[in-house]
């Protein structure tokens, strides 16, 4: 099995997949000026540059490569309809590396056609956004896409609370909306990206109410800045893997831009931030290669192809205490 640079096999469940269609389509959609872009970039985000090069790039390669350089076995990526075809073509290329979520828009007619098609290409999952597109989860006019979700068994990832973009409506970014589908669809499993984005509090019942919603750990975590208390990384693992266990933190970086590229020092701190609980909340091997590898794969059923072209073996159980 692949060993990241940290020591443990990886699994990163959350990133972008931001190929040159992607990146002209939000340019031209979103009529930000580069200095806007950049400005909000450099305040919301732990990148100092955001630059546009000319010329269309290699995404899947990009990535692999990344890959090889920090051992990581396989990276969860969004992709939005731009990106579709680049993506399908990069997971032909190097199979067993790169897990799908479709970005899933519920305003758009074909939306449930484009998670059967998310089902039918062999994706794993699919993103919600409802602060950015306005739609609380629980909507009836969801429905119809957890359906389709749960016929395909795709993961449904949802981004609340606080985003890059300018446009969110935070009337919509509470992860308490989720409580409902999460009840009315037991055997779909959901999780709420970056800990509930500045709602940890939420996040955190939803861990005591809810045996099928998932957190994930990703980005720098820049929303415990907007909070009225103090909080570190170590805190937030602390807290939410005592609600939630260990089966139910799922690592991940939230990597998207290049010449950034693979955040390893999100890897570095969150490992870090594992490891600093011990001694008083000493987590096993086990219970941290779930955080950082099984729980993704047991939650999509994802088997990662290592370096070495031979199906790495996983742990798909979880032991909840
Ligand atoms: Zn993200």
Redesign the pocket.
């Known amino acids: 099995m692949v060993v990241s640079n940290v020591g443990i096999p990886v699994v990163d469940s959350?990133?972008?997949f931001v190929t040159f269609a992607t990146v002209k389509m939000w340019m031209e959609t979103s009529q930000a000026t580069m200095e806007q872009m950049e400005k909000r970039v450099s305040k919301l985000t732990d990148m100092e540059h955001f630059t546009i090069p000319d010329e269309a790039w290699d995404t899947g390669q990009m990535w692999i490569d990344e890959m090889e350089k920090y051992g990581i076995s396989a990276v969860g990526m969004?992709i939005n309809r731009e990106s579709w075809d680049e993506f399908n073509d990069a997971r032909r290329r190097f199979p067993g590396r790169f897990l799908g979520y479709a970005m899933i828009n519920p305003a758009d007619d074909d939306a449930v056609d484009q998670v059967e098609r998310a089902g039918s290409d062999g994706f794993q999952g699919i993103k919600l956004y409802p602060s950015s597109w306005d739609f609380h989860a629980y909507d009836k006019r969801v429905y119809p896409i957890y359906e389709e979700a749960l016929r395909n068994n795709l993961l449904v990832i949802a981004?609340f609370g606080i985003t890059i973009g300018s446009q969110a409506n935070l009337v919509y970014g509470n992860p308490l909306d989720i409580q409902k589908p999460a009840h009315d669809f037991p055997e779909l499993n959901f999780m709420i990206?970056?800990f509930g984005a500045g709602f940890l509090r939420e996040v955190l019942m939803l861990m005591y109410q809810t045996n099928n919603v998932h957190m994930d750990t990703?980005?720098s975590n820049s929303w415990m800045k907007y909070l009225p208390y103090d909080l570190t990384i170590t805190k937030v693992f602390e807290k939410t893997l005592k609600a939630g266990g260990p089966c139910r933190v799922v690592f991940g970086t939230?990597s998207?831009f290049f010449p950034r590229g693979f955040r390893y020092n999100i890897l570095e701190e969150q490992y870090g931030a594992v490891k600093a609980l011990c001694p008083q909340l000493c987590y096993s091997e086990e219970d941290v290669d779930n955080i950082f590898r099984g729980n993704i794969l047991r939650l999509t059923g994802f088997k990662p192809v290592d370096m070495t072209g031979v199906e790495a073996e996983s742990t798909l159980s979880c032991v909840d205490y």
């Open positions: 959350h990133a972008h969004m981004h990206a970056h990703s980005g939230d998207s």
